[in-house]
């Protein structure tokens, strides 16, 4: 069973490195949806995944618990962002603006994304309770052709402690 789990863990993260074309970015969600519901015996839930196997492996014998006290949250108008369509070569920019709706400080520890293409900057500070924070991404056209969509792997001090941003478009290719 572990090395099952491995191996889906695994063909998940060659598969986001890839690429960021949309067919892989939706197989690479049906493997972490399935690995979810591996996970939790059963039960359908959102699951987190690190960067390294063994961590992975440790990952998914620990579930996330949900610690006690005050937490932060974050609050989107929406987390994903359609870009529309693009010429090859061009450069999307869009900010994600949040607020912190918990009852704690919020701290994003990281932010990273599906692939090179995509280049997340967010704020370093703690977003106080009832304050806002953003987190930009930048999306690079070049090379790319067809449907995008690339996501954006958010950790903080919230619960769950990861979230998901996402852009979609189509690229034309250059002409």
Do not use: W
């Not at 063994?54 to 994903?80: C, H, I, R, W, Y």
């Not at 607020?99 to 995509?118: D, F, H, K, V, Y």
């Amino acid at each position: 069973m572990k090395t099952i789990k491995f191996n889906l863990i695994l063909a998940g993260l060659i598969i986001a490195a890839a690429s960021c074309d949309s067919v892989l970015e939706s197989r690479v969600s049906e493997l972490e949806r399935r690995m979810a519901k591996l996970e939790n015996g059963g039960a359908t839930a959102s699951s987190s995944f690190n960067a390294t196997p063994t961590a992975n492996a440790s990952a998914a014998a620990q579930p996330e618990v949900k610690p006690d006290g005050p937490l932060p949250e974050f609050s989107f108008a929406s987390e994903t962002f359609d870009f529309g369509t693009v010429s090859a070569g061009q450069v999307v920019e869009h900010t994600f603006t949040f607020t912190n709706t918990g009852e704690a400080p919020l701290i994003i520890q990281s932010a990273s994304a599906s692939c090179g293409c995509t280049v997340p900057s967010y704020s370093k500070d703690p977003v106080p309770v009832g304050g806002t924070g953003e987190i930009a991404v930048r999306f690079d056209s070049k090379g790319k052709k067809g449907n995008q969509a690339p996501t954006v792997t958010v950790t903080a001090n919230t619960y769950p402690k990861v979230m998901k941003l996402r852009l979609k478009g189509s690229v034309n290719a250059a002409g």
